[in-house]
């Protein structure tokens, strides 16, 4: 297993596009995480799922932002109608759910979105 | 709502000091704590996993001590290196069943050669 991988590594955008990122977890995590990292800050939780159900949003997650996780497996985040406030590192975890065995949290390496 | 701050935001020491990092958290009703390594522009290194019930862990010249009942964490790095420097982020798992991370803002570590 590679770990979690994150898709594209760095995104350049206009004002007004539309966005998509791509996490692929580790394969026996049935948890998957999205957070939102700006400049200087600690990461901030968007939301999450566990297997294919998205449980929880944060109301840092408007309604230009959706995020799938089909068949339980790699995750898509979206960002609609971009604005430049949306300028951040975007990261991605997955970890085994509870009552299994946990062993932490497992970071890919973040897409970087620049809206200019 | 958990909050949890890190001190100090960045700190410069000569190769070969140990050093201690602080982060403390305002609601005890944790399950883990976790200590993260990030470099520039990259993603997050797991270092150590504190479990509720334990108060330290070691990996080589790195020991993370947790005191849950004052809210706060350690982090200790023995005989530093110019290879230790990055930003340290320190991260605590919530009571509910999201199990979402709230992070601090980080330390900012430079070890001068």
């Known amino acids: 297993d590679t770990g979690v991988s994150q898709n594209p590594r760095h995104k350049i955008t206009k004002r007004g596009q539309n966005v998509t990122f791509r996490c692929d977890p580790i394969s026996e995590h049935n948890r998957l995480y999205w957070y939102r990292q700006t400049l200087g800050q600690g990461p901030e939780f968007l939301t999450y799922?566990?297997?294919?159900?998205?449980?929880?949003k944060s109301r840092l997650l408007s309604d230009r932002f959706s995020a799938e996780r089909p068949k339980g497996s790699f995750s898509t985040l979206e960002i609609q109608r971009t604005e430049q406030g949306d300028s951040a590192m975007y990261l991605c975890?997955?970890?085994?759910?509870?009552?299994?065995?946990?062993?932490?949290?497992?970071f890919g390496s973040g897409t970087r979105l620049t809206v200019v | 709502k958990q909050e949890v701050t890190q001190i100090p935001a960045a700190l410069s020491v000569p190769e070969g000091e140990n050093l201690v990092l602080n982060c403390s958290f305002t609601d005890s009703a944790i399950y883990n704590l976790q200590w993260f390594r990030q470099d520039p522009g990259k993603g997050l290194t797991s270092l150590l996993l504190i479990q509720s019930s334990q108060r330290e862990q070691t990996s080589g010249r790195l020991n993370a001590s947790l005191d849950k009942s004052s809210g706060r964490s350690t982090l200790y790095i023995a005989a530093s290196q110019p290879g230790d420097s990055a930003t340290y982020l320190c991260?605590?798992?919530?009571?509910?069943?999201?199990?979402?991370?709230?992070f601090g803002s980080g330390t900012q570590l430079t070890v001068l050669p």
């Open positions: 799922f566990q297997n294919e159900a998205q449980l929880e």
């Open positions: 975890a997955s970890s085994l759910a509870p009552p299994l065995a946990f062993k932490g949290y497992t």
């Open positions: 991260a605590v798992t919530s009571s509910g069943s999201a199990r979402q991370l709230t």
